[in-house]
């Protein structure tokens, strides 16, 4: 600061969920992986599900840690003087969250952290991308170094690597074989991460009759071409001849449908043997690794030069039975919305629709309804990609403190946060909205209160669905009945409603809308459908 040097934005959480999660909902927007400071292993433990989940949605973070000291009579300066300097190192501060990384190191000496540095932005940014685990022991922090001494390691010798394009032989291959398709169909979960692969993926729908599934989704592309056909590919599967699976790591559930055993699979993806996963079995005669923009570009590129008028006249004629398909997909979604439900039990489909028509295309949601993120999906439109978005991992309570980082990366655009109840208490309310409030970032969240976890209760009913939990209806999934969840966010300033008359729904949520849109946060506290 003296010498009038550029230093890192600070951004004081308390709690380090929210921190991870917020450097990830920040490099989720912009692409630029964040730093994430905290204690020890304590700290590091607290953010263990976060890192599961960055791990999983493919985003760059690095944490950093601080190790205890191990000299303890002052034979340097940093030596253990508290209690817990002997309680808190273990024999692998790394481990407990070394499944979730692509890197981890332990600082040696200050002399080499900036290529410490280097390499770890270099990891985290190439693809596919990924957190980083850095940890310095308190004697080395304490080092004096001249920056003179320090060498630095400049971004275009020692950058990170992108994706690129495939062997043209195999784009060929995949070309050829959609000339002669009578039913293709392509599955995504997170090609919306470049906008690029989703208008390629549009396009190439468009031009080639090719329906187009979003599947267990992390990064949205836009909803809005004709041949998208939502979010389950099932009744397609056995009937598909050729199918293209472009950056998706769970197309569908095996345990539910039974593919065609005769498609030809190309897949096309930034990770395409996923091996961060012990098992991966899903279908590939044709596998392409790397940026999947580029290689739609190269398949749409030659598929155009190649197409006779005949393909084009076929292709076509798809077209307008998907675009049919479609309309009749959405028809249905309004139909589910019509139903408002009834006091106390308001219905999900009726709520989002109804924020769906407050919603400008650029504003994004954090979509962690769990059990009810399947009715949302269906009822808010989200034509840009980008702007809808699922944890990839399985950590429950990311989406307040995400939202806090997106809205971080662009205060411009309406931030909102759907979460259950369950997943609430989770995502540590109060230090989320101790941060909105200290740091001037207003987000909206929707409570979605059904007393209990209806994911607990429905995966027990899918493996016995006659058992004896259902006949005596208990699943151990209830929660409390009377939680005013407001008030958590009352503490910080925010402005809170609760709402459980279905007829009150509109004007709540334009209420809410219009203190975020000025400035403030706001908690709506809903009563849907009970558990």
Known sequence: RKRGD??????????????????????????????VLVHVDVGTANTATAMHNIFRSRLPVLLMAGKAPYTTGNELVGSRDTYVHFVQEPFDQASLVRPYL??????????????????????????????????????????????????????????????????????????????????????????????????????????????????NMTNNISHDGPCFLGFAPDKHLPNADVGLLVDVDVPWFPSDVEANASTFWAHIDVDILKPASPMWTFPGNLRMQGSSARILEQVVEELRAKATPAFRQAAQARVARLTAERDARLDRARKLATDKGKPDEINPHYLFAELGKLLAPEDMVFNEGVRNAGAALMQINRP??????????????????????????????????????????????CSVFAVAQHHKLPILAIVLDNSGWSAVKESTLRVFPDGQAKSANEFQAGLMPDVEFGKIGEAFGAYAEKVSDPAGVPAALARCVKEVRGGRSAILHARVTPL
């Not at 920040?26 to 630029?32: D, I, K, L, Q, S």
């Not at 308190?138 to 062997?167: C, I, M």
């Not at 991992?393 to 369950?422: C, F, H, N, T």
């Open 6 to 35: 550029a230093l890192p934005t600070i951004i004081t959480c308390p709690h380090e969920n929210t921190a991870a999660h917020m450097a990830a909902g920040y490099a989720f927007v912009t692409g630029r992986g964040q730093g």
């Open 102 to 215: 692509k890197w981890e190191w332990t600082l040696p000496s200050g002399i080499v952290v900036k290529e410490a540095l280097r390499r770890a932005h270099s990891i985290m940014q190439s693809e596919p991308q990924g957190p980083v685990y850095l940890m310095m022991q308190r004697e080395t922090l304490t080092q004096p170094w001249s920056v003179d001494d320090v060498r630095r390691f400049d971004a275009e010798q020692h950058g990170a690597t992108t994706g690129g394009g495939a062997d043209p032989k195999l784009v060929t291959q995949l070309v050829d074989r959609l000339l002669i398709a009578k039913s293709p169909i392509l599955i995504t979960g997170y090609a919306g991460r470049n906008p690029r692969a989703s208008e390629l993926i549009t396009e190439l729908a468009e031009f080639a009759g090719i329906g187009v599934f979003e599947s």
């Open 384 to 429: 840009l990609p980008g702007t809808i978005m699922r944890a990839g991992g399985g950590g429950l309570g990311w989406s307040g403190a995400m939202a806090l980082g997106a809205k971080l990366a662009a205060p411009e655009r309406l931030m909102v946060q759907i979460v259950g109840d369950g997943s609430f208490y989770f995502g540590s309310p």
